[in-house]
């Protein structure tokens, strides 16, 4: 399970996706989330599964690390899924079990909603497949430079998103060694009820909250070494710059988000 949550992961690449400016990618991301919340019909939801494929195919990112992505949220699309099911009332009844019932609108709404969850994840997730932790770091601290004028630390708090984001596969990998270390030892962390499961997580725990404290303490010791003093006068090696791409794909993102918007409206 812990081999399957890739969030923070990169895949370097020389594609079209991988060379948008950073700035570019996150605007995208947020046109999409408007869209995808915007749909409400099967033309709206098709529309941005195309959106998503096409994007997947530009990026070439392994299909498989897609779906791989959604095995760690399984439990809770099921359970979006149930819910909106059995108990969302309808005009047309299907099946009746009790106070349990399957309408009309409680299928549509569960398979629209499965959709949507499976939709952002995937799609939130491209982003950070296409675009390394650096690179995110400066795109957030230019896009949030302007509230720097209410003396909000911009610079800080891109940071520490871009070094939560960097951490989380060396975090998990750590988790892994763990358990299996603790397995070898005669761990049993899969019987029991749920308390004795959550004991037995506890000489998991432990070590993994050390290693993590140790980890951010060598970070803090090294970025001392090479005298970081955070954003303010610091130089960039690379300095983000708009291309013709960027634009292009700027107005094909928003003019997408436009459409879907304005067919949800009449629930298409």
Not at 104 to 133: E, N, Q
Not at 232 to 246: I, M, S
Request: glycine share 8%.
């Amino acid at each position: 399970m812990l081999k399957d949550i890739t969030l923070g992961q990169y895949f370097p690449g020389d594609t079209v996706a991988h060379r948008l400016d950073p700035r570019t990618k996150i605007l995208l991301t947020v046109f999409y989330i408007i869209a995808l919340f915007s749909a409400d019909g099967v033309v709206t939801y098709a529309l941005m599964c195309l959106c998503l494929i096409a994007a997947v195919r530009v990026a070439q990112v392994p299909p498989k690390a897609m779906v791989r992505g959604l095995r760690p949220v399984l439990f809770i699309i099921v359970f979006t899924a149930v819910l909106n099911l059995f108990f969302t009332p309808g005009e047309r009844e299907f099946f009746r079990l009790g106070f349990l019932r399957v309408t009309d609108a409680g299928l549509k709404t569960a398979v629209f909603m499965v959709l949507r969850i499976m939709l952002l994840i995937m799609g939130t997730f491209l982003m950070t497949y296409t675009t390394s932790p650096i690179s995110l770091t400066d795109a957030l601290e230019r896009l949030l430079n302007g509230l720097k004028r209410f003396r909000v630390p911009v610079h800080e708090l891109a940071m520490m998103m871009s070094i939560a984001l960097r951490f989380i596969p060396t975090l998990i990998e750590e988790t892994d060694k763990i358990m299996s270390a603790q397995k070898a030892r005669g761990a049993d962390l899969e019987s029991g009820n749920l308390i004795q499961r959550a004991r037995a997580m506890i000489p998991i725990l432990v070590p993994l909250f050390i290693s993590a404290f140790r980890r951010a303490d060598e970070l803090a010791t090294a970025m001392e070494c090479r005298c970081y003093h955070g954003g303010e006068g610091r130089t960039r090696l690379h300095v983000l710059q708009y291309a013709p791409r960027d634009y292009t794909a700027l107005a094909l993102g928003g003019g997408i988000c436009v459409v879907v918007f304005a067919l949800g409206r009449f629930g298409l």
